[in-house]
Structures are given as structure tokens and as C-alpha cells.
């Protein structure tokens, strides 16, 4: 990694992460389901994930969602932290194999980020969320799963419609890659 992509993926994380906590304060719906809402930051989140690749989507997911906790609730939730770190990540790691920076998005790449997105979401929300806080909290079982299924689902539409979105607008503001021809 050059020192210039570096840097933009240093930016990216601090920028990712503070849109994450302004939406997740501004721009959430709960679910009736107690702290679980529907949240559009997730969608933000799944955008840095592709665009700057796992690394970012972690740190992103980590540092977005752990602001949120202390400024929302006063203390951070290290379970749900974890996973939204870890659907950052997973969501990265496809980042190599859909580049919308050279402005392809299409079906192919379309079906490729939903279908990593909701990996990312049924590992973070129907596995990593619950169990953990089984472990570190002691929480009873019925109640975080049905919690993490609730938030794995709302956040797979989130980032299947907002997200597929913010994608695909982005992927159309780039230059396709041996597009531009040269006039004589």
C-alpha cells in the first residue's frame, strides 16, 4: 500500500466512523425490539468496507460503532462493537473483486456485495453479537439471539437497498476503466 492510499484510508475510517455515529443517532428506527433499530449507518459502513477494503471496514465498524455507544448509551457494548467490526471486514474482503472504482457496478457485482453483505451480517449479528454476549455479559440466550436475528435481518435490508444504492451512485461517478477514447 502506497503512502497516498495510506492516508486516504486513515481519512476514510475517521470520516466512515463519524457519519456511522451521526447516522446511527439521527438516522435509526427502532424495531420494537429493545436497542435494536434499524440503521442506515450500516450502509456507510458497507461503502468504506468496499471502497478501502477489509482494514478500513474494521476499523470503521470498531471505531464508528464504539463513539456511538459512549455518546448514545455512555458505555460501549464490546459485543455489538465487535461485530459491526467484523461485518467491516468481511464486507472488505470482497473489495478486490468488485473495483467500482474503474465504474463497473453491474448485476454480477450487485449479487456479489449482497451476497457478502449478508455473510457479514449472519456472522456478526447471528453468531459473534449473541454468543459474546453471552460470555461477557451474561445475558440470557432467548433474548440476544432473537436480538441479533432482529439486527442481522433489518441490517441486511439496510445495506441491500441503501447500500446497493450508495454503490451503485458511487460506481457511476467514476470513468470506466478504457473508456475515454482519444479524438484525432
Not at 455518546?71 to 467491516?88: E, H, R, T, V
Not at 464486507?91 to 451476497?115: A, Q, R, Y
Not at 460470555?135 to 439471539?145: G, L, N, R, S, T
Request: proline share 3%; hydrophobic share 50%.
Amino acid at each position: 500500500m502506497n503512502k497516498n492510499r495510506s492516508i486516504q484510508t486513515i481519512v476514510a475510517i475517521g470520516i466512515g466512523a463519524a457519519i456511522f455515529v451521526v447516522l446511527s443517532r439521527f438516522a435509526s428506527i427502532p424495531t420494537g425490539i429493545p436497542n435494536t433499530s434499524l440503521e442506515t449507518s450500516y450502509a456507510v459502513l458497507a461503502l468504506i468496507a468496499l471502497l478501502y477494503g477489509p482494514l478500513a471496514g474494521f476499523a470503521t465498524g470498531l471505531i464508528g460503532h464504539f463513539l456511538k455507544d459512549v455518546l448514545i448509551f455512555g458505555s460501549p457494548w464490546m459485543s455489538w462493537i465487535i461485530a459491526s467490526a467484523m461485518i467491516g471486514l468481511v464486507i472488505g474482503l470482497i473489495s478486490k473483486s468488485i473495483n467500482i472504482e474503474d465504474g463497473v457496478f453491474g448485476v454480477k457485482e450487485l449479487i456479489k456485495f449482497n451476497v457478502a453483505q449478508i455473510v457479514a451480517n449472519i456472522i456478526g449479528w447471528f453468531i459473534i453479537a449473541p454468543t459474546l454476549d453471552v460470555f461477557i455479559y451474561a445475558e440470557p440466550v432467548d433474548k440476544v439471539y432473537s436480538q441479533g436475528i432482529v439486527a442481522g435481518c433489518v441490517n441486511m435490508v439496510t445495506i441491500g437497498i441503501l447500500g446497493s444504492l450508495l454503490v451503485t451512485t458511487y460506481a457511476k461517478t467514476r470513468t470506466e476503466k478504457g473508456s475515454l477514447t482519444m479524438e484525432d
